[in-house]
């Protein structure tokens, strides 16, 4: 009886997981997520369900009980399958068998060693009534010491012998099937075998009992070989840092290679960083958590632990996310990867590792019930407050804004609430941040760290009135507004069709483009466009490749139908145009591209994106030679060591300051900021073509002359940027902020006030 009711249970909470997966377009088909929750929920049951196998199927061999019973465990997992690929029929499958990898690699292996297990602890226990209970909690032991594995090391994937892949976070959407997962499972298979095989030897079905004595003497090549393979299973947990099934702190320091500590920071980076680049990394470490802590009102003698990678592969490799940057602040630990200097996102990841202290539970972190439920929308909008992130040339207070004018701004309470992960990322993190900043404008810092330590937010309602009142006064131009369109239009992950298929497709077409392959570019495009529209990248890259394999009609077509949709973000239509100018410009009709990018100039884009147009637009004006050394430079992106020379050779024909300041731009890329200087100011002397250009030059001027200990240049540089925008008003502040600390060793940060920054035309 007790064998029938723990089977049903099992089969009954295997429908209604698989019906309940189905709701979400995220886990409603094959896939990691999918595979991940299987493998959680299903392995408890199976072996609870083994486990009073013995009572009535003892009198078997011990191989024909293991069959029966992982018969059973195949059983219970196929049903979720089953309405998952009936799922399919409704919910769209990009990647079926991959997404049948992940659920044969997680569940279906974890349910089978489940089944397995507990059988042995049927038998160790010799048919106690107890025994299903306690082979249930085994699996539930496993998951807790994979969470143990995720808290107490760097790593932020998780292998679970029975729940499967934990991939780590969840914005990180590039998500194939690791090599090192398959090593693992296939420890994971040599374990099963072992175990059957030790099973089968000491099992008796006479007495239902394991006897080793009948074994030894009968099928001791059996227990031997059993053993062994266990014991290779033991070596392959020991080496786990090699085979990347796990990483330890020490073997991570190992493989990047350098360590620098400073007064606030302790950063390990690549071993071929330059001794200069090293100290810059430092000292910016140092400056952002110098800068927090301050803001906060917290004082801490505990070094804040910086980790950079060589390469979003390199991390994603060993840690477990690429894309995404990641903090754990109850080590007191972040995860970057080089991105120049400074970069971008440490400010908001140090944020995360400083307000450790005003967080609590385990994780030190916002959340309720003593911190064990983290609440994502206070943890991140507070790290965009302090850092007071930029995206898109957009403080979160214009974001924001421009959210509330499209009435598609969600309520305070949902921001910083646990719906936050359900919102596009862009609209969560950056709303989130403008109402966390007006939560400490309003209420003071101190109310604001208790709030973080509460995990939830009082009077929540009052916040969200005042916060939308406030923003109505927030200035934010009709180009601005342009620019946003295209994060905007973005779905959240959990409600994206294919994102793992479609975060594969962009990689494969940036190799395309990279390699400039039109044939395989035009095919990826239409890959992506066939899940995704509205994928700007796709539709850009499909018309330049259409124009420059010489089918004109079909890139024109492809361009004025996005010109002619509704749903098309002006940047959209940008980023094709863009391509499809550089491509006329390749073909040889340079009157159609200038008159492209003439057309460019007049879309709201962002400043980077604006600029590289206006360069271009001015090579085609220029004469012939010149025409040709701004195309190799703008066009053709050769390497570094070659747009340097091109920037030279430009400097020799111009009279303007354009050449010296692409010679100077491609130096800083390379962290050669003494070599820029020079030509910083020759740049300035003979003057650039536009104001867009003059006002970058003292951008990097201002960044340059900092990188060089010249503050006071630096200081006047950043001075006179400021007057631009909100976003480079905020930019500004922070480098004063710095050379103050460069100079003194103390910062004295103040709280943004975007809406009293002084405009200025795009």
């Not at 992940?102 to 569940?107: K, N, T």
């Not at 124009?547 to 361009?559: F, H, S």
């Not at 410009?585 to 591209?593: K, P, S, V």
Request: glycine share 8%.
């Amino acid at each position: 009886m007790t064998t029938l009711l723990t089977f049903w249970v099992a089969i009954a909470v295997s429908l209604i997981t698989g019906v309940a997966l189905s709701l979400s377009p995220l886990f409603g088909v094959h896939g990691v997520e999918s595979a991940l929750a299987l493998g959680l929920v299903l392995p408890p049951f199976v072996a609870a369900t083994a486990a009073s196998f013995q009572g009535r199927f003892g009198k078997h061999r011990g191989v024909d009980l293991v069959f029966r019973a992982v018969g059973m465990a195949i059983v219970v997992w196929s049903l979720p399958l089953a309405i998952l690929a009936l799922n399919a029929l409704r919910v769209r499958q990009c990647a079926p068998w991959e997404g049948l990898a992940f659920m044969v690699l997680g569940p279906a292996m974890g349910c089978a060693l489940a089944a397995v297990v507990g059988l042995w602890i049927a038998a160790l226990l010799r048919g106690s009534r107890a025994a299903p209970w306690i082979a249930g909690l085994v699996p539930v032991a496993a998951a807790i010491l994979g969470l143990w594995a995720f808290y107490a090391t760097p790593t932020v994937y998780v292998f679970g012998a029975f729940g499967g892949y934990f991939p780590g976070a969840i914005y990180d959407d590039l998500v194939p099937v690791p090599g090192r997962y398959l090593t693992y499972r296939a420890v994971t298979l040599v374990a099963l075998v072992a175990l059957t095989v030790l099973f089968d030897a000491a099992w008796d079905p006479a007495s239902e009992l394991l006897d080793w004595r009948r074994g030894v003497a009968h099928r001791l090549g059996a227990v031997l070989v059993g053993g062994a393979m266990l014991g290779s299973v033991v070596v392959a947990y020991v080496l786990g840092d090699s085979l990347g099934h796990s990483i330890s702190e020490e073997h991570l320091s190992e493989v990047l290679g350098k360590r620098e500590a400073g007064d606030h920071c302790v950063v390990h980076m690549p071993r071929e960083t330059p001794p200069e680049d090293a100290t810059r990394l430092v000292e910016e470490c140092d400056f952002q958590v110098a800068r927090t802590r301050t803001l906060l009102g917290i004082e801490s003698g505990e070094p804040v632990i910086a980790y950079f990678f060589r390469n979003r592969d390199e991390k994603k490799n060993l840690i477990g996310v690429g894309r995404t940057l990641i903090a754990k602040p109850w080590r007191n630990e972040v995860y970057l990867q080089a991105g120049g200097w400074p970069h971008r996102a440490l400010g908001h990841e140090v944020a995360h590792a400083v307000l450790r202290d005003a967080g609590r539970g385990p994780f030190a972190v916002a959340g309720s019930l003593g911190g064990l439920v983290p609440n994502p929308g206070i943890i991140e909008g507070s790290a965009v407050a302090l850092a007071w992130d930029v995206r898109d040339d957009l403080d979160p207070d214009q974001w924001a804004r421009i959210l509330l004018d499209r009435e598609e701004l969600p309520p305070a309470g949902e921001l910083l609430s646990l719906r936050f992960s359900t919102f596009p990322a862009t609209r969560a993190y950056m709303a989130a941040g403008s109402v966390v900043r007006f939560l400490m404008a309003e209420r003071g810092v101190d109310a604001f760290v208790d709030t973080y330590r509460q995990g939830r937010v009082s009077e929540v309602e009052a916040l969200d009135e005042a916060w939308r009142a406030y923003l109505t006064t927030v200035e934010v131009t009709d180009h601005e507004r342009g620019i946003a369109e295209v994060a905007l239009a973005r779905p959240s992950l959990f409600t994206a069709v294919c994102p793992h298929r479609l975060a594969k497709l962009r990689a494969e077409l940036g190799a395309d483009t990279a390699s400039r392959d039109d044939a395989r570019t035009i095919e990826t495009c239409r890959s992506i466009l066939e899940i995704d529209e509205n994928e700007a990248s796709a539709h850009a890259a499909l018309v330049g490749a259409l124009a420059r394999t010489g089918d004109d009609e079909a890139a024109r077509a492809e361009l004025t139908s996005l010109r002619a949709a509704m749903s098309a973000p002006k940047p959209i239509v940008a980023a094709a145009l863009e391509q499809y100018a550089d491509a006329s410009w390749t073909t040889g009709d340079r009157e159609l591209a200038t008159k492209l990018y003439d057309e460019l100039l007049e879309i709201p884009r962002t400043d980077g994106a604006s600029r590289q147009s206006e360069v271009k637009r001015i090579g085609l004006a220029s004469a012939e030679t010149e025409q040709d050394l701004i195309y190799e430079m703008l066009v053709e992106r050769p390497s570094g060591p070659v747009a340097v020379h091109v920037g030279r050779a430009l400097g020799e024909l111009r009279q303007d300051g354009l050449g010296p300041y692409l010679e100077a731009r491609q130096l800083m890329h390379q962290g050669r900021f003494a070599l820029a200087i020079p030509l910083l100011r020759d740049a300035s002397e003979r003057g650039l073509p536009t104001e867009r250009l003059a006002r970058e030059l003292r951008r990097m001027e201002g960044i340059t002359y900092f990188a060089e200990g010249m503050y006071d240049e630096s200081q006047a540089a950043w001075e006179a940027r400021a007057e631009v925008s909100a976003a480079t008003a905020a930019e500004a502040e922070r480098w004063l902020e710095r050379i103050e600390f460069a100079r003194t060793g103390k910062v004295s940060p103040t709280w943004p006030s975007p809406s009293s920054a002084p405009r200025a035309g795009p």
